[in-house]
């Protein structure tokens, strides 16, 4: 083990939050201490209205401090704290809902892609429609 410098020795070091390093391959849009009970996504702040109608919530980073709509033009109030990602000047803005609400969406519109599928299907009651069937004899007499 180590021995702690003079002017170190103060720290505590048990309580050292775990660092992510500035340079490096690392997932950009990795959002940070996810809650699995919750299912999470990146929008647009056209499309942030329309997902808090929806039951959305902003997730929020503790460690942020600052009022994000300074110097820019926004069209909601988000809290300022609030996790962006600006990409190519485009704002995304980490949203998240409960996982049981997000499966409940999904299993709906699986349900409706199925029905629409089997709407397209035909219904082998009807018949079948442009079915041609040809039968003939070779070297028969009725042929000339």
């Not at 699986?110 to 397209?120: P, V």
């Given at each position: ?100 609400w997000y499966d409940e969406d999904t ?19 009807q018949g079948e429609y442009g079915k ?13």
């Open positions: 083990m180590a021995i702690p410098r003079k002017e170190t020795q103060h720290l505590d070091t048990e309580k050292r939050p775990t660092r992510i390093p500035i340079d490096g391959p690392r997932n950009l849009l990795e959002i940070p201490d996810q809650d699995p009970a919750y299912h999470y996504t990146w929008q647009t702040e056209g499309e942030v209205s329309r997902f808090l109608r929806a039951g959305y919530e902003f997730v929020t980073d503790p460690g942020f401090v600052g009022d994000p709509s300074v110097n820019k033009s926004s069209r909601f109030g988000a809290p300022g704290n609030v996790l962006i990602f600006s990409y190519k000047t485009t704002p995304l803005y980490a949203l998240r809902i409960r996982a049981e299993a709906s519109a699986e349900q409706k892609r199925k029905e629409q599928e089997a709407a397209m299907q035909p219904d082998p009651a041609v069937k040809i039968e003939s004899k070779l070297g028969s007499k009725d042929q000339k």
